[in-house]
């Protein structure tokens, strides 16, 4: 039964779930019903992170990387994920590599140095050396879905797929309760349900790349997902130089054609795992790959601030 004049509500709440606040916003004519389901999507945020997150002690993916035994045993959620992980590395002519974490610890991107003053520029030397511990084809899921680290890559890093996957996941759990519209926000990662109310699209402001204070622009969305990766969002300083953390493993420095990747699809895993995947290859490859599937749009802000755009990417240009 509709409950018929009963008024729409926005509730919302947010948490700190992958080292990020994360925001969950329903519209509901329920209140109690509507924080109950919001509280099981923050669960089922919180259950993939403690489950795989690399950074998490105790998740499968940590336990991996520090141990020597180099093998894990994953359910048929992990073997998915890792699925869409192995597509990403080939669809970029395997730039994309979660095995990345050598190279990132060298530049200093971890929680320990990212703010320490005296971050020193990593050397040709090291950078070679460093690469020899990087390559996902080394990592291989048997039929069992028993993963197999294969000498001399060390670790996995998840920082780049799933917290996506965590907001995808949330929204199912939202859809599931009945929610019918609903926005899920870690600012880099956004799901939503259906429309707000009166049919309205969700609006979504484009951060300017070199003054995220600033937009250049505002997409209006509706039940669709957008993963953005930016070269202001994670970056170290050293000697007064802004260094990002979207590296180019075969060079071993930061990626320097773009300042933005925005993706729009149906679900914010493929959104976030693409923003990243799109990041490290030729914008040209990327607009014709995005052009010919019917479900994926895509913005790119290239090094000069020019904006690139697939066919059907739709938004409303901020004029300065």
């Known amino acids: 039964m509709i409950s018929c004049g009963k008024?729409?509500?926005?509730?919302?709440?947010?948490?700190?779930?992958?080292?990020?606040?994360?925001?969950i916003i329903v519209y509901?004519?329920?209140?109690?019903?509507?924080?109950?389901s919001i509280e099981k999507a923050f669960n089922e945020i919180q259950r993939?992170?403690?489950?795989?997150n690399s950074k998490s002690e105790g998740s499968l993916i940590y336990k991996l990387n520090n141990?020597?035994?180099?093998?894990?045993?994953?359910?048929?959620?992990?073997?998915?994920?890792?699925?869409?992980?192995?597509?990403?590395?080939?669809?970029?002519?395997?730039?994309y590599d979660i095995t990345i974490a050598p190279l990132l610890e060298l530049w200093g991107f971890t929680d320990e140095t990212i703010e320490l003053p005296d971050l020193k520029?990593?050397?040709?030397e090291e950078i070679e050396f460093t690469k020899t511990f990087?390559?996902?084809?080394?990592?291989?899921?048997s039929d069992d879905g028993t993963l197999t680290m294969g000498s001399p890559v060390r670790e996995i890093d998840t920082g780049s797929f799933l917290k996506g996957y965590a907001i995808s996941r949330a929204k199912e759990v939202l859809k599931n309760e009945g929610i019918k519209s609903a926005f899920i926000t870690s600012i880099s990662s956004i799901d939503l349900i259906g429309t707000k109310p009166d049919n309205k699209p969700w609006k979504i402001g484009l951060q300017n790349p070199e003054n995220p204070a600033d937009m250049i622009g505002i997409v209006p969305l509706k039940d669709r997902a957008m993963g953005v990766s930016g070269d202001y969002q994670t970056y170290v300083e050293i000697d007064g130089e802004m260094y990002h953390h979207i590296l180019d493993k075969d060079t071993g420095y930061p990626v320097k054609d773009k300042k933005m990747v925005v993706v729009l699809c149906d679900n914010a895993f493929d959104a976030d795992l693409l923003s990243t995947t799109f990041f490290l290859m030729p914008i040209d490859e990327v607009i014709s790959y995005v052009?010919?599937?019917?479900?994926?749009?895509?913005?790119?802000?290239?090094k000069d601030m020019n904006i690139i755009t697939s066919k059907n990417f739709k938004y409303e240009e901020i004029k300065k």
Do not use: C, Q, W
Request: proline letters at 1%; zero cysteines.
């Open 7 to 23: 008024e729409l509500e926005k509730i919302e709440e947010s948490k700190f779930l992958f080292g990020t606040y994360i925001k």
């Open 134 to 141: 990087i390559g996902f084809d080394k990592v291989k899921i």
């Open 121 to 124: 520029l990593p050397t040709k």
């Open 48 to 52: 993939i992170d403690e489950k795989y």
């Open 28 to 36: 509901s004519d329920n209140k109690e019903k509507a924080m109950d």
């Open 67 to 95: 141990s020597s035994n180099k093998t894990i045993k994953f359910d048929e959620e992990g073997v998915k994920l890792f699925e869409g992980v192995k597509k990403a590395y080939e669809l970029s002519g395997h730039k």
């Open 291 to 302: 052009d010919g599937r019917k479900d994926l749009d895509v913005l790119i802000v290239d």
